[in-house]
């Protein structure tokens, strides 16, 4: 398929879910090859006798160099990613963040949100936010990206394209009813996330709070009192549906809609549309880097329902940091993705 | 815990889910017992040498004085329900269809949201709708009951009591994003409810045309074009939580929701609620007659999110339709469902 | 039903899963009521106003007296029951404890198998072992009831007749498959219960060195050797299912099976028993008391397997200890597990 | 990676989970594309704006030449398979089928175990079994492929090493206890496959008469009466885990099982071993081509407990095909399934 030599690219954090997911993704990128960098231990699973996996190091700024890592992504809390950036960032090597560590452009912002201080502000200016479709030509560019959350990756992918067309009637609000499987909440044990109180259940949580908000917000443009979002909690492991709720202005029919999103999206190699009417669901984008988006539309009532779906592994976290990486070191953008 | 003989109740559709629940919660009903219908076959599972279960008699209008029914529960389609209810309020029997067949009014509105002929407009009149908290004196009166959708309970349990108080900002619009587990839609074996085709997914359906949209209006006084339903399916056997979002109006803090709530349904058995704040999820309510609501109010915004929780098969649908017995018969309200 | 004023039980435990069943099943029952003794705390989730459930009073010896209990449950880890059970018995009060602790008759035997010291030895030979229908006697005298595991209690019901008919090959070996649902590994957070390791996933453990085994042989007579035990965890909240398989001896026929189980358990209230080539799943006994055994045969190869199946929250667990303080408190035996 | 041009393979039965799984692995085959054979319509998913999806065409037997099908794939019923296959075979193309039609040999066998006539009896010698690991050379020659039933391929990868280094004492009885995920049942609607049936369940069928049993004698070279073999539904989409016990003979230790293996299974490219004591799940293969076999041994009393796990739309229906497929036109055995 080509002829170069791969990279290699370090992951920290490669036990919880995102990191399992950007290993396996590296493992059949074309161009690059996974190492597991080895920071803080939590239990594993048996191997088959003769299949290691990935090579393991000992996570140190160092490795960089020594295991020349062209790339390391972090897959850790922001606090975590906020200790360990500044050293790999001197190493040379792009950093893909997959924390809310660096997405919020102000310490204020994301001690606002997070509840916790910004350990790194002085990082915060040179971060890239690493949503392609609207932000490719900075991500080129950076070396520190910070990966979205995996709810504004739907939201806003749903949502710009109809802000800037100003076919939004924003004074009447706009309802993100957002549902997750329960990867999103990280691979640590809590009895949230334990079986017994998921299955058979459907919850909500953080309702006009989450933390994904603000990245939703300083994306889209959208005002904080203009927007409702909830987070629900699917009993299935993996995938992100949202369906969002306004009502339209200047939206004479379905087809102005798909105009709009057409017109954003046709080149984009992520971004699928259904015909007006059609949505898809959480089937539709499982164990892939796409985001789907369909919508229904009453046009005598301006009554608009869009539905975006993705998986919170792949677009939502670790496809698109590889979408990321992909565009920052020059390789297709979408190697290892379709 | 008295001393009456129970009296019998039929049940026509008792394989499936409405139905079987309808047999549960009678078998230990201190008033009333089950006495199975046998209308159409489907498979059934083996049963345990010497537990028969309750007594089965091919279904017969005159059953209905043969087995000396006082009511009869009709767990069938609504073009079954129209076909069988003439005969069965001729035998004298109180009739309690849990079908959409005579919830709406009027012919014309089944029509349009049933996209099948009414067979018998004559008894829509005399019809009382099943919902406890609104309806109470009509239904103790009423020898035929409409027992409400489940989607509906949820709903005008959640929004009556605000629409009322007008506290809410209607023309900015109601979003009711609604979702289910599986055995709201029947036991019949479809594609769409097929174990694989659920598991691991979440789908959305009837996008702003579900048939149950007209009963939410026609009980809460709401007008279609300010209603947004999206009906969504939850890989889950039974439940429906209802995310209900609006822009209040004269509410300046959550304790005048809450005191709104409080004074309608202090007194109402089946009604909880909870702190603002707080929310219930499905399994607040999983096999219970209980709707659970909660919400959060960001005052400032005005913005609100009610969430309403019910069991699809309890009081969405057999529990409510014991309520409606009890009520009928003048047994206690809670008999049986506590 | 009755005129007696009821008893109140006091529960430890009462957040982990079959604590709360405990009390979800004496909230129901016509001669005792739940106290909830406050020993650990652990995260609760909310509830609604005006439900405040059952009186709770933090957890002390000298509650037995002060709240006038007349049974306690242990719903402890065994090291906890084994520390609270001497006061408990020296209050005066009937103590049922659902942990391991005083199940295996001799401290060397648990010692082998919980990998842990025993420290009230002394109350290993007051202990009766609470399997009703074999222990029926020693229950009714005993103040200590030691509550059998779940996986015990299908096994020997489903075995203990066939050994004592003597119509199992032993020297060919018995071979017990036995899975659980996710509750019987109780409600602290573990990664091995976390809902995303579960899911879609089925997994083996602890293969022939389960801890449940010396139940087992103790009970049935079966000896280690003989018995090959598997445990395996089904992704489902409740529910065991043990498919047992064997070679016959003195077996002409099904039938010869069926009323060896028939003639032991026909007067049991909570045994069913299936007609040849029928057998229980686990749906049949969700939420029960029963254990539901049913059987294939094969006459020529003498080819037999078994399937049991228990509630492992129900006769696994919560039910059967109810059944005991019924039995130890001369209440009718299936007082509120119908 | 290769400089030659895809040959076209044509499935047929593309609707179905092994077919549609089929339509996937080829998707990214390096050497092969698929081609959809309209057989029979079902109801199909929307598809996102300007993503058709691979080709489709008519299924006729003149396809194979007018689209230059080098393979066929029939994932239909076993009457189907025999129906198309005839015509198929004369076209030219390799035919690989994955239902039972051409598995057992002898019509009789066939007509005992499938309950149907056998209408192709005349292809049954030339159809070479598809179980690369016994059978490649067969494989490499055939024009006409039966791919192994799913169970069968685990528990013979799992036996027939054990068999052949006679080790097993067989007339103690060897049990084979078998779960499968629900996608083994196909996508035809039943109220069996139905999402509220399965969920929360679990459910043997077909004790010891499953029609996969004549497979696994067949291939291991045990006999009927020595084998006992249980079906089980697992309330998971795909993937099958058997637990098989038997007394060993001659196995002085864990080691010599796992040399046993070793020496016959340290060439294969799909089948992994764990050290002694470690076994896998179904998590282990998931969506692989893998067999994965681990096992636990109790020297002193011969018991030994194999663990064997494949994904049965993987290993056990479509990947297994494609590694068929591979054998036989002569591609890297391994293209396209790792």
Chains 1, 2, 3, 4 share one sequence.
């Not at 565009?327 to 379709?338: K, M, S, V, Y």
């Amino acid at each position: 398929m080509n002829n170069y030599s791969p990279i290699r690219a370090g992951i920290v954090g490669f036990r919880g879910y995102s990191g399992a997911e950007m290993v396996r993704i590296l493992s059949r990128h074309p161009r690059a090859e996974p190492v597991l960098l080895e920071h803080l231990e939590k239990e594993e699973r048996p191997r088959p006798v003769g299949h290691p996996g990935p090579p393991r190091v000992p996570f140190a700024p160092e490795a960089v160099r020594s295991e020349g890592l062209a790339a390391v992504f972090l897959a850790t809390p922001a606090d975590v990613s906020m200790q360990l950036a500044p050293a790999l960032l001197a190493s040379g090597a792009k950093v893909i963040d997959l924390s809310g560590a660096f997405r919020l452009g102000t310490a204020e912002n994301f001690e606002r949100w997070y509840h916790e201080p910004h350990t790194q502000p002085g990082l915060l200016k040179q971060a890239a936010y690493g949503l392609p479709e609207f932000c490719r030509g900075r991500i080129a560019e950076a070396q520190l990206i910070a990966n979205p959350g995996c709810y504004p990756t739907a939201a806003n992918l749903a949502l710009k394209p109809l802000i800037d067309a100003d076919v939004i009637e924003r004074e009447a609000g706009i309802v993100c009813d957002a549902k997750s499987g329960v990867s999103g909440a990280g691979r640590k044990p809590t009895l949230k996330t334990s079986f017994c109180e998921v299955t058979g259940n459907f919850s909500t949580y953080a309702i006009l709070e989450h933390r994904h908000v603000p990245e939703i917000l300083r994306t889209s443009g959208i005002g904080e009192s203009e927007l409702s979002f909830t987070a629900q909690l699917i009993p299935i492991h993996r995938g992100i549906l949202e369906t969002i709720y306004f009502r339209a202005k200047n939206v004479s029919s379905s087809g102005v809609l798909f105009d709009i999103y057409h017109a954003r999206y046709a080149a984009e190699p992520f971004v699928r549309l259904y015909e007006p009417g059609n949505v898809p669901d959480i089937r539709s984008i499982s164990d892939t880097n796409f985001c789907d988006i369909g919508f229904q539309y009453d046009a005598p009532s301006r009554r608009a329902v869009i539905v975006a779906a993705i998986d919170n592994l792949g677009k939502g976290a670790a496809g698109q940091a590889v979408q990321n990486m992909n565009l920052a070191l020059g390789f297709e953008e979408t190697a290892g993705l379709l």
